[in-house]
């Protein structure tokens, strides 16, 4: 990525989407550059929710190799946070500050050796993503549940991975 520009997600992507290259997908988060927050360190954030403390944010860092590691460390974290429930007191009537009840948050670590190819940076990427798919291809071409990758099942519904 050249430049720092707005990113566009999805939080109601579903199997479907996955396996299409439809633009017609759709989106529901515009994350806008913070700007580099640490040299080397890139962040967005998602301003809808007009409450700061609340902000999801996404954050992407590139470290280049060094005399004591020769691997490039590309780092993404994507944190959601989720804030407190809040009412109004009764005796004063007034709202309190809202306050962050926790993050669910993601974070993504790719070293890659400073001699490998474009070709096999591809190859990791494209497995990555495919970890992301509800189903993938059995050997015979024919779909089914029991070639899926089991990683909607550990995030979702927070199963075990056997």
Not at 56 to 72: D, E, G, Y
Not at 129 to 136: D, E, H, N, P, V
Request: charged share 15%; net charge neutral.
């Amino acid at each position: 990525m050249s430049a720092i520009a707005n990113i566009l997600t999805s939080g109601i992507a579903d199997s479907a989407s996955l396996k299409t290259t439809s633009a017609t997908i759709g989106y529901d988060k515009t994350w806008v550059p913070q700007g580099f927050i640490l040299p080397g360190v890139a962040k967005w954030v998602d301003r809808s929710g007009g409450i700061p403390i609340g902000y999801p944010s996404l954050t992407v860092s590139n470290r280049l190799p060094t005399k004591a590691s020769r691997l490039f460390k590309v780092t993404v974290k994507l944190t959601l946070p989720t804030l407190e429930q809040t009412s109004a007191s009764t005796a004063s009537g007034i709202q309190p500050a809202p306050t962050k009840a926790y993050d669910c948050s993601a974070i993504m670590e790719f070293l890659l050796p400073e001699r490998s190819t474009s070709a096999e940076r591809l190859a990791l990427y494209c497995h990555v993503m495919s970890l992301f798919a509800t189903t993938i291809s059995a050997s015979d071409g024919a779909p089914t549940d029991a070639t899926g990758t089991p990683m909607a099942g550990l995030i979702v519904n927070l199963d075990q991975p056997y």
